[in-house]
């Protein structure tokens, strides 16, 4: 398993990153879902005495778990915040992350291209400075999951939406979170 622990505008010590390695690696042995990696960062907060931890999970089938916690005393007690947080994301989903290794489908996923492109200029009533330029251009993973295994999905990644194929209807759908904390879901008829 690859372990980094890293420091952004902060320099981690030996002590803390030998600390960090052990504590991700017993994470992996302790549950056992097919952890493949993972990445601490740990960073100065926006105010004095204060510090940012992010832990990263990368897991054999293709998910990614983040945590990410706030602390005042020291960088060890970010980590330490972080750190129970992912552990009881895992703790959570541990019995869904196993079912869903031993049931991998043939055809789990279709690849698909997200493109945003900016329209002719002509075509543009708006002045200029109204209309910012963008341009995005990415390819996504479109996984082909039942409705509970996307919602999963959901909270593991920290999205507000996620696109997937239905396992039952095989057709595209959608979860996301609404404002009010609830998950919504969207399948065309």
Known sequence: MDIRVSGHQLDVGEALTAHAEGRMGD?????????????????????????DATIVVQLAQGLLMKSHAHAYQSAQAAFEGAYERIEKQLRRYKR???????????????ESTYRVLQSHPEEDEVPEDDAPLIIADMDEHIPE????????????????????????TGSLNMVYRRTDGHIGWVEPK
Do not use: I, W, Y
């Open 27 to 51: 994470l992996a042995e302790k549950f056992s879902v097919g952890v493949t990696g993972s990445t601490v960062t740990l960073a100065p907060g926006p105010h004095e005495h204060e510090f």
């Open 145 to 168: 999951v039942s409705v509970s295994d996307a919602v999963m999905m959901l909270d593991l990644k920290h999205t507000p939406a996620l696109m997937f194929r239905n396992g039952q």
């Open 96 to 110: 869904k992350l196993r079912d869903r290794e031993r049931k991998k489908p043939e055809a789990a996923a279709v």
